[in-house]
T-cell receptor
Framework: EADIYQTPRYLVIGTGKKITLECSQTMGHDKMYWYQQDPGMELHLIHYSYGVNSTEKGDLSSESTVSRIRTEHFPLTLESARPSHTSQYLC?????WGSGRTDTQYFGPGTRLTVL | RKEVEQDPGPFNVPEGATVAFNCTYSNSASQSFFWYRQDCRKEPKLLMSVYSSGNEDGRFTAQLNRASQYISLLIRDSKLSDSATYLCVVKGNYGQNFVFGPGTRLSVLP
């Protein structure tokens, strides 16, 4: 089992609220990712990080922001939630040796966000 | 054109059937290849890595053809519990991200 955790698992919140989705991993992985996925649809990369103090935007534009102050922790924040932010948010981590075989990506259980 | 493409689903097969999934990728510099499985409303989980020589894990066989930029997954003697979406994943070298295909949904019927 992957040692990557997300909280909360489910969040229902009103429009305009600030929210932070937590993600932590105990595998010592340098690289971490946030994906957004609507039901039955594809995964979209919204943020990633190469390590502490590194954050990059992914392929899908997102109003969320991320931070990486500690290796094991990669929280995602929405300053003002809107109904269009309703989705599942999946955090992942991986090694990045470049050797191919060991670059496995592990996912957390996800946070299902509903903004009313 | 998407960087990773998969067979459009869904595949509806009876128990015990053999089913094959196909995947093509456009980046010839890709280094790592994987099949992930995603159950409904769950996170993707690694099914198997795909090596150049091909590899087998029980009822599952994965093959890679670098020249054609093609990956396949074969499931033999399919079980009801195999019902899920199967994601083809490709990664470049150091520093590059994982690229996920859109997935192919499999339903194994009793």
């Amino acid at each position: 089992e992957a040692d990557i955790y997300q909280t909360p698992r489910y969040l229902v919140i009103g429009t305009g609220k600030k929210i932070t989705l937590e993600c932590s991993q105990t595998m010592g992985h340098d690289k971490m990712y946030w994906y957004q996925q609507d039901p039955g649809m594809e995964l979209h990369l919204i943020h990633y990080s190469y390590g502490v103090n590194s954050t990059e935007k992914g392929d899908l534009s997102s109003e969320s922001t991320v931070s990486r102050i500690r290796t094991e922790h990669f929280p995602l924040t929405l300053e003002s939630a809107r109904p269009s932010h309703t989705s599942q948010y999946l955090c992942a981590s991986s090694e990045d040796w470049g050797s191919g075989r060991t670059d496995t990506q592990y996912f957390g259980p996800g946070t299902r966000l509903t903004v009313l | 054109r998407k960087e990773v493409e998969q067979d459009p689903g869904p595949f509806n097969v009876p128990e015990g059937a053999t089913v094959a999934f196909n995947c093509t990728y456009s980046n010839s510099a890709s280094q790592s290849f994987f099949w992930y499985r995603q159950d409904c409303r769950k996170e993707p989980k690694l099914l198997m890595s795909v090596y150049s020589s091909g590899n087998e894990d029980g009822r599952f066989t994965a093959q890679l053809n670098r020249a054609s930029q093609y990956i396949s997954l074969l499931i033999r003697d399919s079980k009801l519990s195999d019902s899920a979406t199967y994601l083809c994943v490709v990664k470049g070298n150091y520093g590059q991200n994982f690229v996920f295909g859109p997935g192919t949904r499999l339903s194994v019927l009793p």
